[in-house]
């Protein structure tokens, strides 16, 4: 009853001519323009945040607490002291070993869009004081896929550290093997995993961060080699696709098969670390796990 | 002129804000939580948009569902009313970014204005007098010492973070600075997280008395008057009137208080409705306080006594048009009183009362204005707040209002839920009150219903 109570009111007032309601409601006066890059929709929970919200919280989903991606750069930024970055082999780019049709041009292309050369960043920096061998992955080469320059890289800043007895730390994001090199990025597998291999045999500490999304050849290697495992919430780790894996078992996954928090439940992941926390946590490990100067120094 | 504009509000406002565009020839779109399908705003707006769940949290503050109510009816204009998101500046600019008019001020006078410290020290920069004081946050004991002799005792201590009232402490002096202001400290730190405390001079007794200014994209601005609100309990307006009775308010200190408040809406490059909230001495030393930037809850009265209908004003304004009334077009005439009538229980320490309005009578006549939401057989939600509607009475004098007061208060019916009428009426019969002569702190010294409490 009370939903016809008013009814009319607008009958009344509208009089004679009945506003038709479908024309009215149809009749837009105006455009209503929503820019572009005002809303961040999130991937995971689909809810929309203001963009500048977003960005302010780190790049956080507020209603979930998904981590979303960063670029290296702007890992290195809330991670490192600042300015202490030195980057190793600034200029190491990638042949087209198997003749991949259109390859140079879309490493070119995006050489262009991101300033990256290829997809890791390698080099020193130091962490509240403490020297480091550091690693990033940038998933927006590629999809940060390994191929021989990401290997070559990451294996390179390992044999540094080692060398100069340093701790590593690798923020991973991989969509896995790069396809574009074929057998060639797969041997990077074994040459990434050997040099972290040495590098534990030094006695070091390595320490991964993986972050979203890790996945495939990066995963099945020097990712899942560290010594300490961290992910950031909510973030996806896995090897093969979900699609792929239960096609082949012909079974359904859990709905949270291949999160961080379900990588953590089943051993994969030491811990998982808030974004805001990470460089605190970091540092941390770095001071328990700090070798005495008396021992390296005097040998 | 807009063509439609979405009001994102709900209750009495949204309402008068869809009886203004009614005349103006505006098409309005309601918008509307689950809780509120048959609300008032819902029924009688030519379109009404969901947008979502009850708590406020999820409908009438979910900027995105409002921002896409407007795409989906191609609104050009957005109304906030007053609450929810009328002075929020993200808001604001996410209208602005994406082509919608916001029915206020630009987002960064909003955002200037929302900061206490920041639009002190504009004001003071400006010449409008403020309430002297520590320049921001003060720890120096020493400095504190010498800061309070210079203000002279009584001073306040209060939390930079704080609001409500809380974190507020009156040192009356020297020996007391040190363990108030720790005190002081404390309660801030466990209250807003934020040690963090400013000293003011404690201005005795003041009152409430705030200036409605409107101000158009071309930089004219014009006084309408001001409205004392000083009948508060615990920092809520309890009634409101205009002019002021306070035996200090003349035409010459009306006049200083409506130029500072121009020069305040001036300096921040302030669009729109606007009113600045001053504190006054009993010598009539006034001293700016905050400006809310939007339409406010007693803006009827200010209509009674001028004449000008505000809200009509503020589409206007904000559709481009230039100020069609000059300052000396300004003329107050008679004198308007209004009553906030709630659904709550004034004898349970005023606990909302929600629930269905089982009987309703609204009382009417010359000079008598009733602004509600609610019918017979509405339920009010305890989601929001519990305000039935405002009373306004309007007369040639003070007298005539406060009669017209006393009846229309008394043929006032509401059965289903408890109100606060018979308080309303026991308040204006009180001898201090009639006198004209109350400060902000009447409703917190004095017990309006000690009578009807002994009795039980």
Redesign the interface.
């Known amino acids: 009853m009370l939903e016809d109570l008013f009814s009319v009111v607008k009958e009344r007032f509208n009089g004679e001519k009945p506003l038709d309601e479908k024309t009215e409601k149809t009749e837009k006066t105006k455009k209503t323009d929503i820019p572009k890059g005002l809303l961040f929709k999130c991937p995971r929970c689909r809810n929309v945040t203001f963009e500048e919200d977003f960005q302010k919280n780190g790049k956080v989903c507020p209603h979930c607490n998904y981590h979303s991606r960063l670029t290296a750069r702007e890992r290195l930024d809330i991670t490192v002291d600042k300015g202490s970055f030195e980057e190793f082999d600034k200029d190491m780019i990638s042949k087209n070993p198997i003749d991949f049709p259109g390859y140079e041009e879309k490493q070119q292309a995006l050489r262009e869009k991101t300033g990256l050369k290829d997809a890791v960043l390698t080099g020193t920096a130091l962490i509240r004081g403490e020297k480091i061998v550091i690693i990033v992955m940038d998933s927006n080469f590629m999809m940060a896929s390994m191929g021989s320059v990401v290997g070559e890289k990451i294996t390179r800043a390992i044999e540094y550290a080692t060398a100069n007895r340093l701790p590593v730390i690798a923020f991973t994001a991989s969509g896995g093997a790069r396809m574009q090199e074929g057998i060639v990025s797969l041997m990077q597998m074994a040459k990434t995993s050997g040099a972290v291999a040495r590098h534990n045999e030094a006695g070091l500490l390595y320490i991964a961060v993986m972050t979203d999304p890790t996945t495939g050849g990066v995963t099945a290697s020097f990712a899942s080699l560290g010594d300490i495992i961290i992910a950031e919430p909510k973030v996806l780790i896995g090897f093969a696709g979900r699609r792929v894996i239960e096609g082949t078992i012909r079974q359904k996954l859990p709905d949270d098969f291949q999160s961080a928090e379900f990588m953590l439940e089943n051993g994969f992941v030491d811990m998982i670390v808030e974004r805001k926390k990470m460089r605190r946590v970091i540092a941390h490990l770095l001071k328990l796990h700090k070798q005495p100067e008396e021992v390296t120094g005097n040998e | 002129m807009?063509?439609?504009v979405l009001i994102a509000n709900r209750g009495e406002i949204a309402v008068r804000i869809i009886r203004a565009c009614?005349e103006l020839g505006i098409?309005t779109v309601a918008v509307y939580s689950t809780a509120d399908?048959?609300a008032?705003h819902a029924?009688?707006a030519?379109?009404a948009v969901c947008i979502g769940p009850a708590p406020s949290k999820d409908s009438y503050l979910n900027?995105?569902a409002i921002?896409s109510a407007?795409?989906i009816?191609?609104?050009?204009a957005i109304h906030p009313g007053f609450g929810f998101l009328s002075e929020n500046p993200?808001f604001a600019r996410?209208c602005e970014?994406?082509?919608?008019t916001f029915i206020g001020p630009r987002a960064q006078s909003i955002e200037m204005l929302g900061d206490k410290a920041q639009a002190k020290e504009t004001m003071k920069e400006a010449g409008v007098p403020v309430i002297m004081g520590s320049d921001g946050a003060i720890s120096n004991i020493h400095a504190a010492h010498t800061l309070a002799n210079d203000l002279g005792y009584p001073v306040l201590v209060k939390a930079s973070a704080g609001g409500g009232g809380r974190g507020i402490r009156i040192v009356k002096s020297d020996d007391e600075l040190e363990a108030q202001m720790t005190a002081a400290k404390q309660e801030a730190l466990a209250c807003f997280g934020n040690d963090e405390v400013y000293i003011e001079k404690f201005i005795e007794n003041p009152k409430h008395i705030e200036i409605q200014i409107l101000a158009d994209n071309y930089g004219d601005v014009i006084y309408l008057g001001e409205r004392d609100c000083s009948m508060q309990r615990r920092n809520q307006k309890v009634l409101e009137e205009a002019p002021s009775p306070a035996p200090f308010m003349t035409e010459e200190l009306r006049e200083r208080m409506g130029k500072a408040a121009c020069t305040a809406a001036k300096v921040c490059g302030y669009r729109n409705a606007g009113t600045i909230e001053f504190l006054v001495d009993k010598n009539g030393n006034f001293y700016f306080m905050e400006m809310n930037t939007r339409i406010q809850v007693e803006h009827p009265i200010t209509e009674a006594v001028t004449g000008i209908d505000l809200v009509k004003q503020q589409l206007l304004i904000a559709a481009g048009e230039r100020l069609s009334i000059k300052q000396e077009d300004v003329k107050l005439t008679g004198h308007a009183i209004e009553c906030r009538i709630n659904a709550e229980n004034p004898l349970l320490d005023f606990r909302p009362s929600p629930g269905k309005i089982k009987s309703l009578f609204i009382p009417g006549g010359f000079g008598i204005r009733v602004d509600t939401a609610v019918?017979q057989?509405?339920e009010i939600s305890p989601y929001y707040d519990s305000m039935i509607g405002k009373l306004i009475t309007y007369g040639r004098t003070r007298e005539e209002a406060i009669a017209k007061m006393t009846w229309a208060l008394s043929e006032f019916i509401v059965e289903g839920v408890s109100t606060n009428v018979d308080f309303q009426l026991k308040l204006i019969r009180r001898p201090e009150f009639l006198a004209g002569d109350y400060d902000n702190g009447f409703l917190n010294r004095t017990d309006i219903l000690e009578d009807e409490r002994s009795k039980n």
């Open positions: 807009f063509k439609k009614r098409h399908k048959n008032l029924q009688i030519d379109e900027m995105r921002i407007c795409e009816t191609g609104a050009d993200s996410m970014k994406c082509g919608i019918y057989g509405y």
